[in-house]
């Protein structure tokens, strides 16, 4: 994780998703990039606006494209304040998703926040945009974190595709971590037209980084996993949970709940998803 990008939502305050994010950065020594995207007027228009109306919602735009220019300075300065040596500022007009696509392609990892006071910053939204940029995301909770640390992780394994490409994405992160504890989940159904004899080992593959987890079995059934993930978490005084999300598909996931919505909707501590 050598490229951070900081998803933040306002930019007269640094947010939670920028604090957690910056901090991140300078524990793994890597660059930082804040990211504001507001909207396009077009979309902010009512139809058959007068032309004063028209007017009105075209000047509060250049207002607020001129703010966020204006808190390049500000960001690189507090970032390069916390030891950063590499800090950057984007500002994008349009859709939220579709520029953090297009920005995604030169990053490592995303930090997104939960805040139920910005709609679009909902759990739904926030879904979606994992599923689109095709990064790691931590998504950081409405609870503020005092401190980051990567001191005790904890990692969702059920030996899914989506776990491995969890645990390989959060590499940089085990490697720090003084405690790191596999929640073992039951094993995931797999209907692909390959079996592998042996199935993958985690542990081999940990220790081969230099890692070395204890494991702890979820005694639950499926539909109790993400609030027995959880709670295993909150006992284990996890700094960070991993998982794969969205293990199966989109639509089943959103009908019938699974373990990535309710860790989603319900986390306490920053989260690392993986799709």
């Known amino acids: 994780m050598y490229d951070i990008l900081v998803n933040t939502i306002n930019f007269e305050n640094w947010p939670r998703a920028a604090r957690y994010g910056t901090q991140l950065a300078s524990l793994l020594q890597a660059s930082v990039t804040g990211a504001y995207v507001y909207p396009s007027p077009l979309y ?6 007068s032309p004063e109306l028209i007017e009105a919602v075209l000047e509060t ?3 607020l494209e001129a703010g966020a220019l204006a808190a390049e300075r500000p960001f690189v300065s507090w970032a390069s304040g916390m ?19 297009q920005i995604a392609c030169w990053h490592d990892l995303l930090v997104l926040e939960r805040n139920p006071e910005h709609a679009w910053a909902s759990p739904s939204d926030l879904a979606e945009l994992i599923l689109a940029v095709g990064l790691p995301c931590i998504v950081v909770p409405p609870q503020p974190v005092q401190a980051v640390s990567l001191s005790h992780v904890a990692v969702a394994w059920n030996g899914s595709s989506e776990a491995i490409r969890a645990v390989h994405a959060a590499l940089p992160v085990l490697q720090r971590a003084h405690e790191v504890l596999l929640l073992r989940g039951a094993p995931k159904e797999t ?15 940990l220790k081969r980084h230099g890692i070395r987890a204890r494991s702890q079995d979820l005694l639950t059934n499926e539909h109790g996993v993400g609030e027995a993930l959880l709670e295993q978490a909150d006992r284990f005084h996890a700094d960070l949970l991993v998982m794969g999300a969205y293990g199966r598909s989109r639509f089943s996931e959103w009908a019938l709940g699974g373990a990535t919505r309710h ?7 920053p989260v690392l998803f993986r799709h």
């Open 44 to 49: 902010a228009t009512p139809s058959f606006s």
């Open 263 to 269: 860790v989603l909707w319900n986390a306490r501590l």
């Open 61 to 63: 735009c250049r207002t």
């Open 191 to 205: 209907f692909q037209e390959v079996t592998w004899k042996p199935p993958f080992d985690i542990d081999a593959y």
């Open 83 to 101: 030891g950063i040596e590499h800090a950057a500022w984007v500002v994008g007009q349009g859709n939220l998703a579709a520029a953090l696509v």
